[in-house]
Structures are given as C-alpha cells and as structure tokens.
Nanobody, 127 residues
C-alpha cells in the first residue's frame, strides 16, 4: 500500500517557478511508477507528467513540455515536479498518483492507470 503526500504548492507570479514534491509513504517495500495530474475549476483532471521507477522513461503533456521536469529520488521514495516559466493556465490543484507496478503502460496518461492518489496541492499563478 502507498500513500502519496504532495507538498510545495503556492502562489507565484507569471514566469515564476515552483517545485512540487510527492512523498510516497509505503507500508511495505515496493517499486512504483508515479505521475502528476492537475485539475482546474470546472475542468477535467488531466495528465501532466509521469516517471517509471528507474527514471528511464519520462512523459509530459504537450502543455508543459519544455517547462516542467519530473524526477525522483528513490532513496527518499520521493518524486518531484520542477515547474518553470509558469503561466496562469497552470493554475490548478495538482495530484500525485502511484501505480502498484514499477513500469508505465501505454495508458500512462489516464487516471485508471494509477491505484494510489494523494490529497493534492494548490498551485496558483497570477497574471
């Protein structure tokens, strides 16, 4: 079982940066692929980025590619999302999700690929 816990959200101006952290607390040892999703008010929850356990494979939505970087530190069982050049369109509640498995399937961009979800952290980018 995994309990992801997000942190690092906040309020920034356009062009600013934030780094989100997801601590994947585990009751038993395991290797988990991880992902970030986000949901703006009145909109669907959408895929942002994903990373397999080894860090070999990373994926990004077109809207964040080139601005966001996903990484992980398995010694700390933590995944990071470095967000640069933030835009008002990035304003959303950001969720961390974990799979039971170490690998990412070809459905990595869909919510049902993930079993465990955090409570989320708010990111607000002002104009």
């Amino acid at each position: 079982q995994v309990q992801p816990v997000e942190s690092g959200g906040g309020l920034v101006q356009t062009g600013g940066s934030l780094r989100l952290s997801c601590a994947a607390s585990e009751r038993t040892s395991g290797n988990h692929a991880m992902a970030w999703f986000r949901q703006a008010p009145g909109k669907e929850r959408l895929f942002v980025s994903a990373i397999d356990w080894s860090g070999t494979f990373t994926y990004y939505s077109d809207s964040v590619k080139g601005r966001f970087t996903i990484s992980r530190d398995n010694a700390k069982n933590t995944v990071y999302l470095q967000m640069n050049s933030l835009k008002p369109e990035d304003t959303a509640f950001y969720y961390c999700a974990a799979r039971r498995e170490a690998y990412l399937p070809n459905t990595y961009g869909f919510e049902n690929a993930y079993t465990y979800w955090g409570q989320g952290t708010q990111v607000t980018v002002s104009s």
